[in-house]
């Protein structure tokens, strides 16, 4: 059995590493990102991935960075075989690179070469993809560069938002790292596919700039734009209530016909249930809402709320 240690923080790695853990993978150690405050107490709280550990027994180690010298003597101590990498948040150099006598395995929420990167899931609903998947790859010193181990390609259905295409494909990369260790347990190196120099795109951290809608532009991309954003941090607009302008974040949309001449980002038409905003091209019926101060809310809870008039203008 291979001696394997583990890296990563978010939720789509904690998947990964329960995977691992409930089919009988040897896990020496998890690395994860250090504690940090969080909420409006600033209390420290551990990641998911630390709380899988945890649960499970399992040594944690939390270098401030991955070059401390004392975490690299620490993990070369441990000896692992083969370190497995899935969205650990921080660069790896070659004296971390070097250590596992297998290398490093990466597990990434696309199929490269295409959105090496970041936020690849938001990509690729921003874009209006239809196909997206994971990719395993050995890892070397560039971004998401090295050679791919195996893919597996999962459809993006329309009504697929951040939240569930993260859980799809959380479970299918899981997966795809079984087979993947699998591959070096036989003790033959697995067949691997080099990627192309250029051509690839790159995707970059979310920044809140990123969410806010532009109602200029068509409705199509407006609600990519909701989708990739959904359920967090939401795509953010603003409206006028009672002489306040307060943050709106529209959660839930779907794309409808738009009749008459209307500027973008005005209310074009009010129902019982939703309401229709006005984009360069067509229109957003927004289905779910958050405003400022209030939990997220489907819009016809909104609306027997607040008074939302047709003539309202947002942004």
């Known amino acids: 059995m291979l001696n394997l240690v583990f890296c990563g923080s978010p939720e789509f790695a904690a998947v990964s590493l329960e995977y691992l853990i409930n089919h009988g993978r040897q896990i020496s150690a998890v690395v994860t990102m250090p504690d940090k405050k969080t909420g409006r107490g600033m209390k420290v709280a551990s990641n998911p991935v630390k709380e899988v550990a945890l649960k499970h027994n399992i040594r944690v180690l939390q270098p401030q960075k991955a070059t401390d010298e004392d975490f690299l003597s620490t993990l070369k101590n441990i000896a692992p075989d083969l370190i497995i990498v899935v969205a650990y948040g921080k660069i790896l150099r070659k004296q971390f690179i070097d250590i596992p006598r297998l290398g ?59 939240g569930s295409l993260h859980d799809k ?91 008459g001449d209307f500027m973008p980002g005005e209310i074009c038409a009010v129902g019982r249930d ?30 027997r709320g607040h008074r939302i008039e047709c003539g309202m203008r947002l942004g």
Not at 105 to 133: E, F
Not at 230 to 255: D, E, F, M, V, Y
Request: glycine share 8%; proline share 7%; charged share 20%.
């Open 104 to 162: 490093c395995v990466n597990l990434h929420a696309s199929l490269l070469p295409d959105y090496r990167g970041p936020s690849p899931i938001q990509a690729s609903l921003l874009n209006g993809d239809s196909i997206t998947g994971v990719t395993t790859f050995m890892i070397d010193e560039g971004m998401d560069t090295g050679d791919i181990i195996l893919k597996r390609k999962v459809p993006i259905l329309p009504c697929d938002n951040f």
């Open 169 to 259: 494909l959380a479970h299918e990369g899981a997966k795809l790292l079984i087979e993947t260790v699998s591959l070096f347990e036989k003790g033959i190196p697995p067949p691997m596919e080099k990627q192309p120099e250029g051509g690839s795109v790159y995707t970059t951290k979310i920044t809140p700039e990123m969410t806010i809608i532009d109602w200029s532009k068509d409705a199509y991309e407006i609600r990519n734009l909701i989708r990739a954003f959904s359920p967090i941090p939401g795509a953010r607009t603003h409206i006028c209530l009672n002489g306040k302008r307060l943050l709106l974040k529209i959660l839930s949309a779907q794309n409808i016909d738009v009749v």
């Open 274 to 303: 939703s309401f229709t905003i006005a984009c360069d091209e067509g229109g957003i019926e927004a289905l779910e809402v958050q405003l400022e101060g209030k939990q997220v809310m489907p819009s016809a809870q909104f609306l």
